[in-house]
């Protein structure tokens, strides 16, 4: 159920029966040679739907552009700053909570989104929560991340399919995701790509980023990428995904 | 040609050709009895990449919560405050700026952004560009906005279709573009709607918006939106923008 | 009445009739070969305080540096930000609103400031209305904007008196009213301007706007600038600006 | 020299022979019983007019709503919070830095701004100069604050005029400025002030102000106040700061 | 060598053989039932001080308030907002990078401190890195976090000294490490302790916290911490610390 | 009595007799050729302490980076842009103020930090106390500023032990008292100390400031600090503050 194909008065009608919400965030970012810009968007809003439709849940708008600072070296990425992106995290918390909204459970697909997700659910609870002392049982607002990768089914069948190869960058799993998702915009040309930029060691900046890895993968090897392992992923995702939500909405 | 559904080398060989881009911007808000809540951010997004195809050019992600304070009294509506907003447009235009894009056409579908669009295009005129008195002839950067429904030839479609009773929020004329875009999600129920809430005078806060307004309209007839005259509008629209996109490109 | 000719005892006395205020706005920027750089900021404040006088009314400090961005080439003109013109225009409204006053109605001088004067009045209405849904019928506060060369009868006046000739910016009919007001300040040398800068087309960033208009007018004929047209388009924006005021004020 | 009286190109031919200019700031704010709310951004303004005619220097527009936080309790008081009067000052500064002033004399009519404009100063400082340690001998920029009555000679008149009545705020000496500046603004009713707030102690927020000093005054004895006293301090203080501008205009 | 107890002049001479410089980041807030509120603190300061002496390099301020906000039930906790510590880290960084200083080691002392250190840096990387594609091989600047608690020998002896009774918050070995630094501040009454709050679950504000660790502990067994094992903890942590720094110093 | 040396129990149970709080600040920044840089950190910090001592209150963290812009010519000086620690005060109180503390005696060790703290105190005034008209006599919070050289003994002190050789930054004073403080931390070299840079004129920027007082000093002989002069006045200094800050604390 997706809040932007709802009228007002079913958003309205939904929060007499539950005031959880799904609320999907991604990356607009290169994904070496052969992934899409949006990937991470794009496998956060759908499998955000997924598991929307699973648990009979409201989905909010995606945050399609994230926290890719560290990409800005490949032509096509786009960033906030962490600043900005906590700012936009708080206003569709702060809107949504308006009209009585109070469990909000984001579906990530972007790593480098973490800190910044965490930092705005800390000036969330800081500021929706006034007490102080600890009165009540029940928190006026909370806020869950969950990484739709992490979850322990979908972990596994990743290290089934790929084992080390799925890589940390452009991994051959969201790449898979989305050749199941949009089957007319799989790249060709894979068999162009060197061996994968090795793991080991972090970087800096942006520039540091590209010389370390020159074609943008970080240990992935996603001419491995299928639409078959795709479909696998994104189905276990959700499903993991809408008990985890279940439980939290339930949650005192 | 949508920029997340590219390689980020797919990225890097349009900007040989071409320096212009295509941004998408829209609201989630009330639609009154039978709208949708994302109608301006769907029919932003929607309409741009039918124009993107007509003029060959790549088109950004959508921004797709906008400035709709005026809407919170009405569930589901969701806004970024003025100042967030224009922080968003920027780091926006900035990140694709960074990549070489130097023009960017933005394809609104929300009213109520102009003000802060434009205030974001005078923070971005200024920080871009650092001469002072002018020397070249080129501006290093230039932006543009376009409402989808304010070109001629859109414009007389819509009189033709629904004169007066179009109004001027939820209108025919945007419901029945989602409704030729999202078959599945046609709204039952418009024989309950009364009659339209009278066009006449402007409103202050959400509140004031609301008792004026009660079922979210202004002045439109929602129940005589139909997928046909959709399909009409989003064509003249996309044909419209495109011709304008392909001459603010070319422009010195 | 002009607020700082008041004692604070004044002040309060007024609130206990009223709770309406007049706030001017303006900018200080390039106003082409024979305008005054002031000339949006003393338009402004004139106007306003013989409105305030015909409407028996307080009228606020003036706001004399508005956003001016696009004149930035030009020497002696200044802009603040959209973003901090938006926190003076609130903190000017959060100062008087403290009070008890709640009606503000902003007589602009500037077409550049609609943008953030509206920005700014949404934020105001965000922050200051608490409800969420509408319970009374008056809202909290309202904000009014009104251009004081745009009331019907300013408008004709202008049109009779300088047709075509009026231009879009350094207007015959701006320079007309400060010289109405300032006689001493009547720039000599007009005879040296040489036709008139074509008003087709718009603008981007500052050297943009020179480039394009190289002193500073757009399609104006300054020359024909004379106090007498000055002091009829003053009482006439004044009288107009009075009777808009009395009815904002009254109104639920 | 007023800024806002002058063309943009009489501007320009300044700064061929001088980049200096008096900057005016003040408050709006409650002076007793019978000062004006605008008393300090009138003697700012109107001292610095005089000022900038003693030293052929041009004078930008006032800065006419200061720091007056400790006032609000007091109706028709207003104020901008710090670290927006701190944004204001700077990009006052930066926009006539922009187009090549560099020494920027502020003349103060409001102690409660003292804080805030060196706050502003420190900013500038370093944000305009960018080279770390020192290569060159003249500063890219210089700021420098004088407030009006604390030149030695104005000083001592006002200590001859008034001795100890003249008091810490709404003092007799500024009321008497504004009594000669605005004759048609003397109030009256004078006779029912009771004997003057003690100067002893500080305050804290604006209501412990109130509390302790309940008509606004702090240890004045306004009813002294006269037009000829404010005749000669106006002079003296125009006088003085006229010489402190000149030598700080031309120092290294 | 600590920053603040060297001359210019020694800080000047060190940077000819080092631009490497660590600092310590802590928190100042509730440790359970006998820990100070200091703890977090202390231990990062302390830590970085040996660190510094083992790795012959300069140790900045600590930052001793840090990220809080679930704390702040408890009496005496301190916390900056996320947006604001990411502004002092960066400030932290920008003063030192002035003087030359390239290469920053945080040594940390507080979990809840991670997101926003992550964040800080990357909007470091953005604006002190400007070249966007990588042409030299060494980063302008590098920034790298270490918890002290987390080098592979420290965390060995961790587990040998209190296995799973060390907890998660008010650790029996951070409550070592203060006894054995402040032995003069170590807090009897520990029998009063009851059995430690369970670890599982998470939270979400500083009620929530409250009411599931109503002593502050989380899963720790702070009665069984000594200096003993704090002066082991304190030489290990920093013998690892030393041997991270002096590697991440000599990194291209 | 050190809050960071105290459990949360121990906090909650000050709060019982008192509500006063003493809080330290300083700067870290170049002190002349013999300075440390940490002077002002220092010279706050541990006066404070004694003070908190003498009056049996509660100490919080230091502030020790405040406002040096101007010092930072010099390597090692640190800085705050003023708005960043007028963010920083204000959440120091804030966090101490959400427990109950509402008197905030503030020791500071360094004059560059006056204005900003005065900023922020007015910032917290307005946004801590919401009445607006004055009904209760106690104000909700209170904050005072001491430096620590200010006491009337403590300053008849430093006359009678230097005279004007003490001078205006890196003065005698206070690097006798770190030398008091800290004997292991007695700089040599002082011999090779030319005569003080003069006393008169002001300064700009900080390539100014180092291009008018080339070794930092402002007219200091710190030669002749020693550490007997540094005990005599630390100890007269938290004499004096002790006792003000009782009054502070028992005032209404």
């Not at 399919?161 to 060709?188: C, W």
Request: proline fraction near 5%.
């Amino acid at each position: 159920m997706l809040l932007h194909m709802m009228t007002w008065a079913e958003v309205e009608a939904y929060l007499e029966r539950s005031t959880a919400v799904i609320v999907p965030i991604g990356s607009t970012e290169q994904h070496g040679p052969n992934g899409l810009v949006g990937t991470d968007a794009l496998c956060g809003e759908y499998i955000a739907k997924a598991t929307g439709e699973r648990a009979d849940a409201i989905v909010a708008p995606v945050i399609n552009v994230g926290m890719a600072q560290h990409h800005m070296a490949f032509t096509g990425s786009m960033t906030l700053k962490p600043s900005t992106l906590i700012l936009v995290i708080k206003e569709w918390v702060e809107s949504l909570a308006h009209h009585g909204f109070d469990r909000f459970f984001f579906v990530n697909g972007h790593g480098g989104n973490i800190t910044t997700i965490n930092a705005a659910f800390q000036e969330l609870y800081t500021e929706q929560s006034r007490e102080g002392t600890g009165g009540g049982n029940r928190p006026d607002i909370a806020c869950e991340l969950r990484n739709w990768w992490q979850g322990p089914k979908t972990n596994a069948a990743i290290r089934r399919l790929f084992g080390n190869r799925d890589g940390m960058h452009a991994t051959n799993s969201e790449i898979s995701v989305t050749q199941y998702l949009f089957p007319d915009h799989v790249k060709a040309g894979t068999e162009a790509m060197g061996p994968p930029s090795g793991v080991r060691g972090g970087w800096t900046d942006a520039a540091d980023y590209r010389a370390k890895f020159p074609d943008g993968r970080i240990g992935s090897h996603p001419w491995e990428a299928n639409p078959e392992a795709g479909k696998e992923l994104y189905e276990l995702a959700a499903d993991e995904l809408a008990e985890l939500f279940t439980g939290f909405a339930a949650r005192e």
